[in-house]
């Protein structure tokens, strides 16, 4: 079986995987990142979208092999000291999701949008998450909040991305299950 070398949400990992192991699997099989979830198997609804040396890629069209030696970046790794990143609290702000199943891909993408054009208008957003599929809303709150994340990062974006120096207010047990649905966890 292959080995492979890859730093995951800062952690550098070495193991061995079958050469078939798509890296959505190794992420969530492997090392416990649920928080990349397993939409559609072919890469067309992005609900797996992970950053790979600090670009978005679809995780179950990529093999861990390929991701040998290289620098993944999971929905997981966002929140710093029990933070919301600005993205993910724009989300929460917004209202951008519902069944929150693909918030993670949706928000991983759009930091990768935000580091390639930090002040996009709706049209170059849309056009942005194109690749990135919503069952349950019509659009226009991941939209709004993809803007209004784009004014709370304005020194820049990607994995390395600012976070807020906010406090948030105390939350209620539904704003918590929302908060960890929008962290990547599970509810």
Sequence with gaps: MPRITVEVDGTTYTDEVQARTLLVQYLRDQLGKVGTVVGCDTSNCGACTVHMDGSSVKSCSVLAVQADGHEVTTVESLSRDGQLHPMQRAFHDNHALQCGFC???????????????????????????????????????????????????????????????????????????????????QS
Aim: aromatic share 2%; glycine share 10%.
């Design 103 to 185: 918030t993670p891909g949706m928000i991983m993408q759009a930091l990768d949008l935000l580091a390639e054009n930090p002040d996009p208008d709706d049209e170059q957003i849309r056009e942005g998450l194109e690749g990135n599929l919503c069952r349950c809303t019509g659009y226009q709150n991941i939209v709004r909040a993809v803007r209004d994340a784009s004014q709370r990062m304005r020194a820049g974006a990607g994995p390395a991305m600012e976070h807020s120096g906010e406090t948030p207010a105390p939350r209620t047990s539904t704003e918590q299950t929302t908060q960890q649905r929008v962290a990547g966890g």
